[in-house]
């Protein structure tokens, strides 16, 4: 009987558990008998040297186990938290150590000094009240810039000037050359301000330490768990295999739970100490203090423009506050991926990307969704606008000029960028052109005059962006039928609320003729799954996709012989389709899943077919993928108090072939509002001088809220799909984070022209507008 | 959380004996102030006192010339009184703006304004309209009861039984929120009516104050103009990352206009 064909946007298959409140997220593990809980006792000063440690009454407090310190941490012989990320050696990456509990010195507010250990949550957290350290504070620098003034306070002895690395990519010579002959020369300094990922469920870890086998257990709030599980490994100075990494249902992570956190090795180094399960979650304040932050770029940018406005040459040179320790893959996003998507989606003959990192008394700074690609094509789509205002023209038309592809002798497709990516193909210009019509710009005089009359600034912004989407490039899937009847798939990427129930299963079925509901998802198990590379760079369906096609090419392999020895058959004249393997004509016919019994019993094997019916594949790709679009911004400035409102948003992207809209949507949403968010109201603050955190919950750190959201309109492009993966797929993942903030701004910018505002930093929060107003005023 | 002893008592007498016999008990109304103060261990109060079964503490009445609040009334119950919508609309307004719907299924006017937030909105109206806070022991004028930050005269051990509201001619309520809290950043509620004219202005200082100058003005000419090019100065205002005293002061004008409007 043949399948029904499948949907093309079938509903999350998780959600029925999401929705249902039936998900199963750290806290809900169960606490196994025995179990211990951590509290940590952090550091109230951003930079200051420990001089004491009592403990003493802490240790005596009711319920309490132990009370560990740096010391203790040290005595154990345990190594620091090793910087995963690789920069060129001419970078000259200083990776300072970073204990798992501080030292001698702390340096920011919320590093990690001693931790608890008791019976309870509430024992815990009372003891560490009873913890007292002696500080000596010293001076601290938060911005990354000051940090690397003459004089500024110095943070790590490996690290003179506070200098973490210095990155250079590009041909700086003939960049100069072109700046210094071009007719016009636009230069602009942009931010892209620290901002926390947020996710709604905060980390977590339930670590347990089997003293027979010598393996750890550590059942964690995570994403890419065999990167953990690798850092894991260097830091006990112990062989991976003795680590199983297994994450339940997560709750949002962005990156921010990619790295490994000195908190994981504290649970699982207390567990083996103690010889009891040790359990941690960390309250909200702590996320916002002590996770880790993200962005954190300044950027110098300069473009050279012939006098018809060609683009000849691009310098982008960020300053990036790195925090007071490098994250695993914090000094990544201004460098190698910046790198990856410097230009954008413009055809620049030169360019030059230099990046200089920064040790600052901060949280350390980690990858959140896009990372570096944010910040490059911020740098990237300001300088366009503002090249526009300074050439009075106009910025859509300055776009087409200069834009991959177009036909004004840019060049088409492949194309190579200054900075050596090869861009495989876009829809840059239809976006564009598509973007321009459904925003309506033909009509917005009208609208920014009917706003007038109600004493609103109007403005509409669009923007381009390329995203470089791939991440690590290797991966690996699996696809095991089971005796049982069902078909796992098992996969190294993750999903942590993408979807990947439904869009991997959709995969399968689709190759394998079998319903969506046939295949169970098997991820984020390092025992389960022997290699993997987690999410992180939108590259679960590009590669781990990809990987899955290949392991079901293998499988359908093995099935097509075992299908011929069964029908008596040449495996070569077989036909497969809906499931069932055919000999043309003769109506004999044999399922996969009759295949898949069949090959559970050695005995009706055809010689040399080993029993089972699974396979599996090591993908490697060195290609990346290019998500690529264009957004429009509609906004009102209510100039009297500088509160913009966002009235309409309108994203038109090539994501290439789509498995399922519906995803795709949600990821683009997602991406939105933290892009949004990003350009209205996100900010980490710290106070310059103490060093305090000033942003430590949501009641100071402004994030977006559905009511502050119009309805999306995405609009999706399939006309361009990709030859770097056999689905054709693009990564969606982040692209809507990386394209709001440039549209967002370029709105703002837009109501406040006909003031003669032309500079605003993010967040355009309502005082920085109305400030910005009053200034252009002249009051 | 610390540990805490738990009270419920049933009359308002019995919670007074309660809470004067342990100066470190506190009543606890809606929680939605409290019960985070506890969670982040802010507060230690030796225990609570419940206020939830107490009957006299409930109930929203017309009074002739006033509306009588009581204080265990959630601000959803505000928000939707047909009593409070008929005779203070504005005040109806500001309660159903409070926080967001759990908050306003859970708050209580009494909580509010005994906390005296600097950034609630009841104390913007309970001034504004120059109400009466009634207590288990006395009466106190609104002028009389906002003393500070987080401070008001209620004495250790009073409780804030109900609020007694004049129905104004005409009452108005803007407020500009802090983009993170969204709690209030500048708010000025204005009313003309048989306690004069009253500006009270919440958010922008350490505590709820009324405006006098912008009283004169609305009393001489009830018009949004009459107030537009009135300058409040920013010292003593609050400052911090969302709002500086500067930007605040400026608030105060825009949103006082925007309350005359309001008030029609
Ligand atoms: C997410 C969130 C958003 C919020 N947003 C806003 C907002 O936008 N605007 C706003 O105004 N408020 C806001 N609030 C505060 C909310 O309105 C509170 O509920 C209110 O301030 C306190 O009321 P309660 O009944 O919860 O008081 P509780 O928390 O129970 O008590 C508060 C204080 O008042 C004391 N108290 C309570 N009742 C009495 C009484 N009858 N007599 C004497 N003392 C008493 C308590 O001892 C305590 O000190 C928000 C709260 C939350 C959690």
Known sequence: ?779 | MYEFAYHKPSSVADAVKLLSADPEARPIAGGHTLLPALKHRLARPTALVDLSGIAELRGIRREGDKVVIGALARHAEVANSDAVKGAIPALARLAGTIGDVQVRNRGTLGGSVANNDPAADYPAAVLGLGATVVTDRRRIAADDFFTGMFSTALEPGELLVAIEFPIPEKAGYAKMKNPASRYVMTGAFVSRGPQGVRVAINGAGPCVFRQREMEAALAANWSPDAVANIRQSPDGLNSDIHGSAEYRAHLVTVMAKRAVADAG
């Not at chain 1, 798992?100 to 003891?127: I, K, Q």
């Not at chain 1, 941690?280 to 203090?289: I, Q, V």
């Not at chain 1, 000849?312 to 914090?330: D, H, I, K, N, R």
């Open chain 1, 1 to 779: 009987m043949a399948q029904p064909p499948p949907q093309r946007s079938p509903r999350r298959r998780e959600d029925a558990r999401f929705l249902a409140g039936r998900a199963r997220f750290l806290a809900d593990a169960e606490v196994p008998p025995g179990c211990l809980h951590a509290h940590l006792v952090r550091s109230p000063h951003a930079h200051a040297r420990i001089r004491d440690i009592a403990a003493g009454a802490a240790r005596a407090a009711p319920g309490v186990a132990a009370v560990l310190t740096g010391a203790d941490l040290a005595a154990d012989g345990l190594a620091p938290l090793p910087c995963a990320v690789a920069l060129p050696e001419a970078a000259r990456l200083v990776v300072p150590p970073r204990h798992a509990l501080a030292r001698d010195r702390v340096r920011h507010v919320g590093e990690p000094v001693a931790v608890v250990l008791a019976d309870s949550p509430a024992a815990a957290r009372d003891a560490a009240e009873r913890v007292a350290v002696a500080y000596e504070p010293l001076p601290a620098v938060v911005d990354a810039r000051a940090a690397l003034a003459p004089g500024a306070p110095p943070l790590h002895e490996e690290a003179p000037g506070n200098l973490a690395f210095a990155f250079e990519k590009g041909d700086r010579a003939a960049t100069e050359a072109a700046i210094a002959a071009a007719a016009h020369v636009v230069a602009l300094e942009v931010a892209n301000q620290r901002v926390h990922a947020a996710p709604l469920e905060p980390r977590g870890a339930l670590a347990c330490f089997d003293a027979a086998s010598g393996r750890f257990r550590l059942l964690l709030s995570g994403q890419g768990l065999h990167a953990i599980r690798a850092q894991l490994a260097a830091v006990f100075g112990l062989p991976e295999e003795r680590f199983h990494l297994v994450a339940p249902d997560v709750g949002g992570g962005f990156g921010l739970k990619n790295p490994l956190f000195p908190e994981y090795v504290l649970a699982l180094w207390a567990a083996r100490r103690l010889g009891r399960p040790v359990r941690w979650l960390a309250e909200p304040s702590e996320e916002f203090a002590a996770a880790v932050h993200a962005r954190d770029a300044h950027a110098a940018v300069r473009l050279a423009l012939d006098a018809e406005g060609r683009f000849l040459a691009l310098e982008v040179a960020f300053t990036a506050g790195m925090g007071a320790y490098l994250s695993a893959g914090g000094p990544g996003s201004t460098t190698n991926a910046a790198a990856a998507a410097f230009g954008g989606v413009y055809a620049i003959p030169t360019g030059v990307l230099r990046a200089r990192g920064a040790f600052t008394n901060t949280a350390p700074i980690e990858a959140y969704r896009g990372a570096g690609k944010p910040e490059i094509n911020y740098a990237i789509e300001r300088a366009v606008e503002e090249a526009a205002r300074r050439l009075g023209m106009d910025p859509l038309a300055l776009r087409r000029r200069n834009m991959i592809g177009a036909a004004a002798g840019a060049g088409g497709f492949p194309h190579r960028t200054a900075l050596g990516t090869t861009v495989d193909g876009g829809r840059f210009a239809a976006n564009l052109e598509a973007a321009e019509r459904r925003a309506d710009r033909a009509g917005f005089a009208a609208r920014r005059a009917d706003s007038a009359r109600r004493g609103r600034l109007r403005g509409l912004g669009l923007a381009c962006f390329l995203e470089t989407a791939r991440g690590a490039p290797n991966e690996w899937a699996a696809v095991r039928f089971a005796p049982d009847g069902g078909v796992e798939l098992a996969v190294g990427t993750q999903s942590n609320g993408q979807g990947h129930e439904t869009s991997f299963a959709q995969v399968a079925a689709d190759r394998l003729g079998l319903p969506v509901e046939a295949f169970r998802l098997v991820q984020a198990d390092t025992d389960a799954v022997r290699y993997g590379n987690g999410h992180g760079g939108a590259r679960s369906l590009h590669l781990g996709g990809a990987a899955l096609v290949e392991a079901i090419g293998a499988v359908l392999a093995k099935a097509r012989v075992l299908a011929a020895h069964l029908l008596q058959a040449d495996p070569a004249e077989l036909a497969f389709a809906a499931g069932r393997f055919v000999v043309p004509g003769s109506g004999r016919e044999v399922a996969l899943r009759a295949l898949a019994r069949a090959a559970a019993d050695p005995a009706g094997l055809p010689d040399g077919l080993a029993p089972g019916l699974a396979a599996e594949a090591m993908h490697r790709s060195d290609r990346v993928t290019f998500p690529n679009g264009c957004h429009a911004a509609e906004v009102e400035v209510d100039p009297e108090t500088g509160v913009v409102t966002l009235l309409r948003y309108l994203a038109v992207d090539d994501y290439g072939r789509l498995v399922n809209p519906l995803l795709v949507r949600g990821q683009v949403q997602g991406g939105l509002a933290q892009g949004i968010g990003q350009a209205l109201c996100e900010a980490i603050a710290y106070e310059a001088e103490s060093g305090q955190l000033l942003t430590g919950s949501p009641l100071d750190y402004a994030l977006p809220r559905a009511a502050d959201l119009p309805p999306f309109e995405v609009v999706l492009d399939e006309g361009a799909p990709t030859a770097a993966n056999p689905l054709g797929v693009k990564g969606c993942g982040q692209a809507g984070a990386i394209a709001a903030p440039p549209t967002v701004m370029a709105a703002v910018l837009d109501a406040l022209a006909p003031l003669g505002v032309t500079r605003l930093d993010m967040p355009a929060t309502p005082e920085r507008v109305w400030r910005a107003i009053r200034a252009a005023r002249g009051g």
